[in-house]
T-cell receptor, first 113, second 111 residues
């Protein structure tokens, strides 16, 4: 399972765009990149997943360069409620869809007024 | 549609006691997982199941046992609790689109 490295913490202000970059140098061919969000005293919540190039949904965008050794989660116009821990995970998605996720320590995002 | 539920929400045990944590999902997912999360840390996979009647070890399986007798339920057992098992336990289920849905967690303290 590929190891991921991401900043321990980031600070932002309401209304700003936040970009959190994750490094995964040993990513394998079958690996997908997934981001989860976790609020205090809650379980993680799926945000977005991608394999290459760019993926966008209603809450975030995920940018993956051609070599796939890193990825960037982009949160547009953050609000106070986006204060949470964000985890970047890499997992083998081959065939069955079953995924053994390896969580690092995540990035603690603090959004201030 | 309740999603993933966990029972109990909190529990305090004495060293050597046993207990079972129950996870239930109503999304008809094949895959279920048990994780533990220690303060300031990410989640670590304890055991998982790829279908009814199957279980497998994850990253930190020692001291835990699991059973998946019904597709919707995944039980985590501690036969002889130790203080090192003080943690927050999360259950998750996942379907074919690879997204995992997590329960609210069980906060366990072992004295």
């Amino acid at each position: 399972l590929a190891k991921t490295t991401q900043p321990i913490s980031m600070d932002s202000y309401e209304g700003q765009e936040v970009n959190i970059t994750c490094s995964h140098n040993n990513i394998a061919t079958n690996d997908y990149i997934t981001w989860y969000q976790q609020f205090p005293s809650q379980g993680p919540r799926f945000i977005i997943q991608g394999y290459k190039t760019k993926v966008t949904n209603e809450v975030a965008s995920l940018f993956i360069p051609a070599d796939r050794k890193s990825s960037t989660l982009s949160l547009p116009r953050v609000s106070l409620s986006d204060t949470a821990v964000y985890y970047c995970l890499v997992g083998d998605m081959a065939n069955t869809g079953f995924q053994k996720l390896v969580f690092g320590t995540g990035t603690r995002l603090l959004v201030s007024p | 549609n309740a999603g993933v539920t966990q029972t109990p929400k909190f529990r305090v045990l004495k060293t050597g006691q046993s207990m079972t944590l129950l996870c239930a999902q109503d999304m008809n997912h094949e895959y279920m997982y048990w994780y533990r999360q220690d303060p300031g840390m990410g989640l670590r996979l304890i055991h998982y199941s790829v279908g009814e009647g199957t279980t497998a070890k994850g990253e930190v399986p020692d001291g835990y046992n699991v059973s998946r007798l019904k597709k919707q339920n995944f039980l985590l057992g501690l036969e002889s609790a130790a203080p090192s098992q003080t943690s927050v336990y999360f259950c998750a289920s996942g379907g074919p689109n690879n997204e995992q849905f997590f329960g609210p967690g069980t906060r366990l303290t072992v004295l």
